[in-house]
């Protein structure tokens, strides 16, 4: 196995693994159990003042299978957590002090200066390595005026990220939404206000599916359903998007990257492409709560693997790496000389590239032949290298190359 060990703001990592603030990381015990497993680190389920009343709807999951029954997008609308500071002071004193390697980030929501500073000074005095602060939950809590009512302005995240430097001694990262117009403003908002760093994303606003039958929103509370949060494989190429904004609002600023990446990581590869676009750290929920901590094995030995066929010495190689070549659309060649080339081997005949074309795209695909043996045709004139064929064959026949 290959070192997979990495630099995250001061602390060396055994692995760039991280569980994400959710389930998985709702009691000090499991925390445990998953480091045992291989996690490099956790961040806890968000911790909340005691004066804050926290009450869950049941049920408050539900999801979107593929048609193999595999969960695709996952819902909640679960809130933070129900326990007691002082039970979690206690518990991540315990764990630091089983697992001094690992990395244990408290995720705090404060409801005020007060509230946000004390937290702050409770989890660092408990031997917290880092605070990161849940600016984007996008539901129930934004109804409390915190979670991602903070996220969604740049001047309020601005005021509470100061708050919160003010009094912590640790790294301090700042957890963001996907649900703004540009992330990047709020970003910059807590890079001013001395964020050390930036978690992103919490989940995706939305509204998962209705029953054709009841035509009741789902998930259904007693008969009603609320907006909740969407997370899981879906998500992955806006938290892709967003990692590589925020990446790039750094570097910009002459700071490396300092980012943990999150949504959608559900195998090795997908935290490689977290890493490529300027993550150090990778966080994982939902694959966890379908799959179980057991996923990290996998997860570190598909790494360690990709690096040593490649002969790359350190996950840390990877961090951005990809970053250069992400530029604005007004940037992109608009000579390339491409059109679609079918490999008449792997072709099925079945016609959908020509359906697609015909309706979506320039009518550059025809299905010639005989009758009997249909076979597609393209006229490189008429085609306008969109790609669209490529995407709608299932053979693989059809690609887009240079003339
Ligand atoms: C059931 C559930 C509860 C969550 N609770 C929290 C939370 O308390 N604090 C937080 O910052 N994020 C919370 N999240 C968001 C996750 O930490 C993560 O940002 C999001 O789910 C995207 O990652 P994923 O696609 O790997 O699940 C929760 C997510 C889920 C599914």
Request: aromatic letters at 6%.
């Amino acid at each position: 196995m290959a070192d997979l060990s990495v630099q995250f703001l001061g602390k060396t990592i055994p692995n760039p693994f991280l569980l994400a603030s959710a389930p998985p990381t709702a009691f000090g015990e499991n925390i445990m159990r998953a480091f045992d497993q291989g996690w490099g680190g956790a961040v806890l389920k968000t911790l909340k003042p005691d004066g804050m009343v926290i009450e869950d709807a049941r049920p408050r999951f539900a999801a979107v299978k593929d048609a193999g029954g595999n969960v695709y997008g996952f819902e909640n609308f679960e809130l933070v957590t129900k326990r007691s500071l002082s039970d979690w002071v206690h518990e991540i004193a315990e764990i630091k002090k089983r697992y001094p390697e690992n990395l244990l980030v408290a995720s705090i929501m404060g409801d005020s200066r007060g509230t946000w500073q004390e937290m702050t000074r409770r989890v660092q005095d408990a031997g917290a390595d880092m605070v990161e602060c849940n600016f984007s939950c996008p539901h129930g809590m934004p109804e409390k005026g915190v979670g991602m009512a903070i996220g969604q302005v740049p001047e309020i995240t601005g005021e509470i990220t100061s708050w919160v430097r003010d009094v912590c001694k640790v790294p301090l990262l700042i957890k963001l939404t996907p649900n703004v117009a540009d992330p990047r403003v709020t970003c910059a908002a807590a890079l001013d206000a001395g964020a050390d760093g930036i978690t992103a994303i919490n989940t995706v606003q939305c509204l998962i599916g209705v029953d054709l039958e009841t035509f009741k929103p789902k998930p259904v509370v007693e008969g009603y359903s609320s907006y909740g949060g969407y997370s899981g494989k879906a998500i992955k190429p806006i938290g892709l998007r967003v990692v590589s904004q925020v990446a790039g609002t750094m570097q910009a600023r002459g700071m490396a990257p300092a980012v943990s990446g999150v949504g959608g990581i559900a195998a090795w590869e997908d935290a490689v492409e977290y890493m490529l676009v300027g993550s150090t750290t990778v966080q994982v929920c939902t694959e966890v709560m379908l799959k179980g901590y057991g996923i990290v094995g996998k997860l570190a030995s598909g790494l360690s693997n990709y690096l040593d066929a490649r002969g790359i010495g350190s996950p840390m190689d990877l961090v951005g790496r990809t970053l250069p070549w992400i530029t604005s659309h007004e940037a992109l060649s608009k000579e390339s000389a491409v059109a679609a080339r079918v490999d008449y081997e792997s072709c099925t005949s079945c016609g959908a590239c020509a359906t697609a074309c015909s309706d979506s795209g320039y009518g550059a695909i025809s299905m010639n032949g005989d009758g009997s043996t249909p076979r597609v045709h393209i006229n490189e004139q008429r085609c306008d290298g969109c790609g669209l064929c490529a995407l709608v064959c299932r053979a693989g026949a059809l690609a887009v190359c240079s003339h």
